[in-house]
């Protein structure tokens, strides 16, 4: 068939394959969700809905994406790992974005209910996205430790802001005051000297965000594997963890 006159626009499609051979890390982040979560009543500083909620729209892509390795989630961000060989899309960043923000944002509406109950969606929530990438496993694993201690450093602050306005009858600028110039070893002391509460026995969600890997399930009865995704709340930071999770970096065809 001979082509029309317009065909030559599609030359103007501009090629965004990503380099081979590197860690595709897919973020996403919700936006303005300092006012989506008062707008939807989210508990604070932790809304345990909301953060059930992002984990399951996260382990619905990865049900539907199998390069996908792992995943973490803190706060209204998720960050997606695809394996390094991937093909998908040919790796074209675009691609690979749009269709993993699009399962994920779809996926936080179609399953609010299951988790906001009676709670309603005002109105559709946006989560913006990015591409990066890691040329190797040292830049990766420094990117889910630089995640992980960000849930630790946020969590840490907004737990001893809203125990001091919640509990201990401050103004949010008086707790704002009050939390100037304090390392965590101050947090640490107020919430337990003042409140008895004792950080370390916070939830590991809370304090850890969340990691969806995939596992090989060896099934008895039946005598066959069988991979499932898990959630963990494990210590990245930890140079044993990625000792023990070893095989999750290893470039499987
Ligand atoms: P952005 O990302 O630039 O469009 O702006 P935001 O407002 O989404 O800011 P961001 O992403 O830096 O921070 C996340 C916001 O979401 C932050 O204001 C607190 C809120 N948020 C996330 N999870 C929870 C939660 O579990 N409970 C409450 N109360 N707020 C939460
Ligand atoms: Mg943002
Ligand atoms: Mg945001
Ligand atoms: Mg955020
Ligand atoms: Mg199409």
């Keep these: 068939m001979a082509k029309s006159s317009f065909e030559y626009v599609k030359k103007f499609e501009l090629d965004d394959t990503l380099l081979p051979n590197s860690w595709i890390v897919v973020r996403l982040d919700g936006k303005c969700f300092h006012k989506f979560s008062e707008e939807h009543n989210f508990a604070k500083p932790n809304d345990i809905r909301a953060l059930k909620l992002m984990n399951y729209a996260?382990?619905?892509?990865?049900?539907?994406?199998?390069?996908?390795?792992?995943?973490?989630?803190?706060?209204?961000?998720?960050?997606?790992i695809f394996k390094k060989s991937t093909t998908l899309y040919k790796r074209r960043a675009a691609k690979l974005l749009t269709t993993i923000n699009s399962k994920f944002s779809t996926s936080y509406v179609f399953y609010w209910k299951k988790f906001f109950e009676e709670e309603?969606?005002?109105y559709p929530p946006t989560f913006d996205g990015r591409v990066v990438l890691y040329p190797n496993d040292e830049n990766l694993i420094d990117y889910m430790k630089w995640r992980q201690a960000d849930v630790h450093i946020n969590n840490l602050y907004n737990t001893t802001f809203w125990t001091l306005v919640l509990k201990g009858n401050l103004s949010p600028s008086q707790a704002e005051k009050r939390l100037c110039g304090t390392v965590s070893a101050d947090k640490n002391e107020i919430l337990f000297k003042e409140f008895l509460i004792n950080y370390n026995n916070e939830p590991e969600?809370?304090?850890r965000g969340t990691l969806l890997m995939r596992k090989s399930i060896f099934h008895n009865n039946l005598d066959k594997h069988s991979n499932v995704i898990v959630d963990t709340h494990d210590d990245m930071l930890k140079d044993r963890f990625w000792k023990e999770h070893s095989s999750l970096l290893l470039n499987k065809p």
């Design 205 to 207: 969600i809370f304090k």
């Design 120 to 122: 309603p969606l005002k």
């Design 58 to 80: 996260a382990f619905t892509v990865l049900r539907e994406f199998n390069d996908l390795l792992m995943a973490f989630g803190q706060s209204d961000e998720y960050s997606f």
